[in-house]
């Protein structure tokens, strides 16, 4: 049973540029969140999506923008891409209802290097 | 905003002794709360949680305490095994089925053989 998986597994861009990040969640699951991780940081919530449609937005601008697919995989874009962009983007699912946590599943993230 | 905070960036312990990892938290409308530990070049995993409802809530080597009125958690881990060294953070949210969560900056915890 596969788990949460992202990609690519590392990224460069240069400022201004545009990105697009992949996740597909684990098997079973519906929702898949989105996470800003900085170097020394814990993880920050972006947003989460639920049938197709983002459910929730934490405090980020609107250049990130997310979509989720009818087979519930999902792509984070970035765009005018800043230095301070730079950091690990983590991609959760969840949506068990038979786990009595509701707990998210986190990728391996993908590791965004802005130049 | 920090609303979840971990104030000690790492922790050394000893193989077989205790280890104890502190989150305090400074919303009163969170009321779900959650460890994750973190391998290099992996996601966070799930390790424990616990409802505002309880003050404590125990799987195997791991226990998490709540102290609501000190707006405080901890996670104990006994006996601490080379295995655990990770890096744990504590999580909050307002309700289970909430999924912004917020997250403190980790623990790099070290157990050593």
């Known amino acids: 049973d596969a788990g949460v998986t992202q990609s690519p597994t590392h990224l460069i861009k240069t400022r201004g540029q545009q990105v697009t990040l992949r996740c597909s969640p684990k098997?079973?699951?519906?929702?898949v969140s989105w996470y800003q991780q900085a170097l020394g940081q814990g993880p920050q919530f972006i947003f989460q999506y639920y049938e197709e449609e983002e459910r929730q937005r934490g405090n980020f601008p609107d250049r990130f923008s997310g979509h989720q697919f009818p087979n519930y995989s999902s792509e984070l874009n970035v765009n005018a891409l800043l230095l301070g962009d730079s950091a690990l983007y983590l991609c959760?699912?969840?949506?068990?209802?038979?786990?009595?946590?509701?707990?998210?599943?986190f990728g391996p993230g993908t590791r965004l290097t802005v130049l | 905003d920090q609303q979840v905070k971990q104030n000690s960036p790492s922790l050394s312990v000893q193989e077989g002794r205790i280890s104890i990892l502190n989150c305090d938290y400074t919303n009163s409308m969170f009321d779900y709360f959650l460890w994750y530990k973190k391998y290099p070049a992996e996601g966070p995993t799930f390790l424990i949680s616990i409802s505002s409802i309880k003050d404590k809530n125990e799987d195997g080597r791991f226990t998490v305490f709540l102290n609501k009125s000190a707006k405080h958690l901890s996670l104990h881990i006994v006996p601490s095994q080379p295995g655990d060294s990770a890096v744990y953070f504590c999580?909050?949210?307002?309700?289970?089925?909430?999924?912004?969560?917020?997250f403190g900056a980790g623990t790099r915890l070290t157990v050593k053989p």
């Open positions: 098997s079973g699951h519906d929702t």
């Open positions: 959760a699912s969840s949506g068990d209802l038979e786990s009595p946590y509701n707990e998210q599943f």
């Open positions: 999580a909050a949210s307002a309700w289970r089925n909430n999924n912004d969560m917020r």
